[in-house]
């Protein structure tokens, strides 16, 4: 069955340190992946997405996400976190019928 | 400029009554979406309309109703509210429905609350 898996539900980082978020899936043929954002109160913004290519992908607000076909992964990564980087983050796949598959979501809190 | 805007932002009424919400999307966008966000942020997709043809129609009661007047517009029709409606609902559009890298463009949600 095709599927996306964020792990954690919760990720708790300090301001200024480096961030991850983890996403893992499984879907037949080749990944589209992609990562949004929710702010409190607003709709899902489109980060980045994997199509091919390069497997570092560099997105808005300096986030970055890692794919790893062998782990299945996209981790979406930034080096320096900031308070403002505090939301909900999304991780999504194309599944063959060009359907998204959605993760359930992370809360990324950033602390002072 | 607004890409995809939906009202009202938000919602309160009591059980078994209509309500609306309406979208609109000014990107040129053929293909668009409404999805539900729960209380637990679980997204969930209800339909997705392609050049105001009906492409997607997940399992949703038949009291949901969605009607595309053009394909910049996709408004969704509740009858007979009921408590589970209560969510938040999100429009949504993309390039076209049978690309894999289009992103999808969300409005802010229309908060519904059902007393």
């Known amino acids: 069955a095709q599927s996306v898996a964020q792990p954690e539900d919760q990720v708790n980082v300090a301001e200024g340190n480096p961030l991850t978020v983890k996403c893992t899936y499984s879907?037949?043929?080749?990944?589209?992946l992609f990562w949004y954002v929710q702010y409190p109160n607003r709709g899902l913004q489109f980060l980045l997405k994997?199509?091919?290519?390069d497997n570092l992908v560099k997105g808005s607000y300096g986030f970055e996400a890692e794919f790893n076909k062998s782990q299945t992964s996209f981790h979406l990564k930034k080096p320096s976190a900031l308070v403002s980087d505090s939301a909900l983050y999304f991780c999504?796949?194309?599944?063959?019928?060009?359907?998204?598959?959605w993760g359930a979501g992370t809360k990324l809190i950033i602390k002072p | 400029d607004t890409a995809v805007s939906q009202t009202p932002k938000y919602l309160v009424t009591q059980m078994g009554n209509d309500k609306s919400i309406k979208c609109e999307q000014n990107?040129?966008?053929?293909?668009m979406y409404w999805y539900k966000q729960d209380s637990k942020k679980f997204l969930k997709i209800m339909f997705s309309?392609?050049?105001?043809?009906?492409?997607i129609n997940e399992t949703v009661p038949n009291r949901f109703s969605p009607k595309s007047p053009d394909k910049a517009h996709l408004n969704l029709h509740i009858n007979s509210l009921e408590l589970g409606d209560s969510a938040v609902y999100f429009c949504?559009?993309?390039?076209?429905?049978?690309?894999?890298?289009?992103?999808?463009?969300f409005g802010n949600g229309t908060r519904l609350t059902v007393t």
């Open positions: 879907v037949s043929g080749n990944p589209y």
């Open positions: 994997y199509i091919t290519g």
């Open positions: 949504a559009s993309s390039q076209a429905i049978n690309s894999y890298n289009s992103p999808l463009h």
């Open positions: 999504a796949v194309r599944d063959t019928n060009y359907q998204l598959i």
């Open positions: 309309y392609n050049n105001k043809e009906l492409i």
């Open positions: 990107l040129g966008h053929d293909t």
